[in-house]
C-alpha cells in the first residue's frame, strides 16, 4: 500500500510516517497557502491512496488570519479531493469536533446538524463540504482532543506546567474524548487500504478516544501517571476566556466506523501509558 500524506511536522503526519509505503510532503515540498499546486503533485504520484493531516489548527490566531485558515481548511482539501476524484484515487481527510457547535450532552453523529462556533470550525466545515462535493472515493474523519509525543498538545503543557506548580486550575466543562494520534495514523491507513480494495465505504465517519472526559480530569490521570503531585480545580470555561469560543460538548458517537470498518473507539489512557 502507497500512501501519499499532506502534512509532515503534525502529530498525526509524524504518526502516519512510520508506516511503510508513506510519503510525506511537508510545507518544503508543497506549501499549502498556495493550494494551487496540489493537482499536480498528486497527478504526478504513484499511490494508492492520499490522505491529507495538513490543517490549520491555530484555533485563536484563525480568529483574525482568515486566509490562511480558509487556504488550508478549505481550499487544499477540496483541490486534493478534486484530484483524487479524476485519478479515481481514495482521499482521506481529517476533521474536527469543532464543526458542531458543543450543545447538549449527546455524542455527535455523522448526520447531526452542525454549527461551528469560530473561525477555525468554520472553515473546517467548509473543507468538508469542498471534499463532499468532489464526488470521488473519499472519507472524512472527525476526531477530537488529539495528543502525543510530537508537536504542541494538552498532555505536552500539563506535564510542563507541572514540572513548576503544585496546583493548576483546568476547564472541567468541556467533555470530549482524548484521541491518541498514533491510534488516528492506524486507523486513516486501514481505512485507505480498505477503501482501495472496496468501494461505497466513502463518508463522513467519527473517531476519538474512550472514556469521554473533562480536561480537568484527563489532566488528573496525566499527572497520577507521571507521578507528579499537582492539584487540579475546576474552572468553568468562562474563567478561561480564549479569543474563539470552545464547544462544551465534543462527544463524538463512533459507532459507523466501527460498522464499517470495524475500527472501536480505542482506550485514550493506553496511548497515554505510551507517551
Given at each position: 500500500?502507497?500512501?501519499?500524506?499532506?502534512?509532515?511536522?503534525?502529530?498525526?503526519?509524524?504518526?502516519?510516517?512510520?508506516?511503510?509505503?508513506?510519503?510525506?510532503?511537508?510545507?518544503?515540498?508543497?506549501?499549502?497557502?498556495?493550494?494551487?499546486?496540489?493537482?499536480?503533485?498528486?497527478?504526478?504520484?504513484?499511490?494508492?491512496?492520499?490522505?491529507?493531516?495538513?490543517?490549520?489548527?491555530?484555533?485563536?490566531?484563525?480568529?483574525?488570519?482568515?486566509?490562511?485558515?480558509?487556504?488550508?481548511?478549505?481550499?487544499?482539501?477540496?483541490?486534493?479531493?478534486?484530484?483524487?476524484?479524476?485519478?479515481?484515487?481514495?482521499?482521506?481527510?481529517?476533521?474536527?469536533?469543532?464543526?458542531?457547535?458543543?450543545?447538549?450532552?449527546?455524542?455527535?453523529?455523522?448526520?447531526?446538524?452542525?454549527?461551528?462556533?469560530?473561525?477555525?470550525?468554520?472553515?473546517?466545515?467548509?473543507?468538508?463540504?469542498?471534499?463532499?462535493?468532489?464526488?470521488?472515493?473519499?472519507?472524512?474523519?472527525?476526531?477530537?482532543?488529539?495528543?502525543?509525543?510530537?508537536?504542541?498538545?494538552?498532555?505536552?503543557?500539563?506535564?510542563?506546567?507541572?514540572?513548576?506548580?503544585?496546583?493548576?486550575?483546568?476547564?472541567?466543562?468541556?467533555?470530549?474524548?482524548?484521541?491518541?494520534?498514533?491510534?488516528?495514523?492506524?486507523?486513516?491507513?486501514?481505512?485507505?487500504?480498505t477503501m482501495s480494495e472496496q468501494s461505497g465505504l466513502g463518508g463522513i465517519y467519527?473517531f476519538s478516544g474512550a472514556p469521554n472526559v473533562s480536561w480537568a480530569d484527563f489532566?488528573?490521570?496525566?499527572?497520577?501517571?507521571?507521578?507528579?503531585?499537582v492539584e487540579v480545580t475546576d474552572i468553568p470555561s468562562s474563567d478561561y476566556p480564549?479569543?474563539?469560543?470552545?464547544?462544551?460538548?465534543?462527544?463524538?458517537?463512533?459507532?459507523?466506523?466501527?460498522?464499517?470498518?470495524?475500527?472501536?473507539?480505542?482506550?485514550?489512557?493506553?496511548?497515554?501509558?505510551?507517551?
Amino acid at each position: 500500500m502507497k500512501l501519499l500524506v499532506f502534512g509532515k511536522s503534525g502529530q498525526v503526519a509524524q504518526e502516519l510516517a512510520a508506516h511503510p509505503g508513506v510519503t510525506c510532503m511537508g510545507r518544503e515540498q508543497v506549501d499549502l497557502l498556495h493550494p494551487d499546486r496540489v493537482d499536480d503533485v498528486i497527478r504526478g504520484a504513484r499511490v494508492d491512496a492520499v490522505i491529507n493531516a495538513a490543517a490549520y489548527t491555530a484555533v485563536d490566531k484563525a480568529e483574525t488570519d482568515h486566509v490562511s485558515a480558509r487556504a488550508l481548511n478549505t481550499e487544499a482539501p477540496g483541490r486534493m479531493a478534486r484530484a483524487c476524484a479524476r485519478r479515481n484515487i481514495p482521499f482521506l481527510h481529517i476533521s474536527t469536533d469543532y464543526v458542531f457547535d458543543g450543545s447538549g450532552s449527546a455524542a455527535w453523529t455523522e448526520t447531526d446538524p452542525t454549527g461551528p462556533l469560530g473561525q477555525y470550525g468554520k472553515t473546517k466545515l467548509a473543507g468538508e463540504q469542498a471534499v463532499l462535493a468532489a464526488e470521488g472515493n473519499h472519507a472524512i474523519l472527525r476526531t477530537s482532543w488529539v495528543f502525543s509525543r510530537h508537536g504542541n498538545n494538552f498532555v505536552k503543557t500539563m506535564l510542563r506546567l507541572g514540572e513548576d506548580r503544585s496546583q493548576l486550575n483546568v476547564v472541567a466543562d468541556q467533555v470530549g474524548g482524548p484521541t491518541p494520534a498514533k491510534s488516528i495514523a492506524n486507523t486513516l491507513v486501514a481505512m485507505a487500504t480498505t477503501m482501495s480494495e472496496q468501494s461505497g465505504l466513502g463518508g463522513i465517519y467519527h473517531f476519538s478516544g474512550a472514556p469521554n472526559v473533562s480536561w480537568a480530569d484527563f489532566a488528573r490521570v496525566i499527572f497520577d501517571l507521571a507521578n507528579m503531585k499537582v492539584e487540579v480545580t475546576d474552572i468553568p470555561s468562562s474563567d478561561y476566556p480564549t479569543p474563539a469560543p470552545r464547544p462544551l460538548n465534543s462527544r463524538l458517537d463512533c459507532t459507523k466506523i466501527y460498522q464499517t470498518f470495524g475500527i472501536a473507539r480505542p482506550d485514550w489512557r493506553d496511548g497515554l501509558i505510551d507517551m
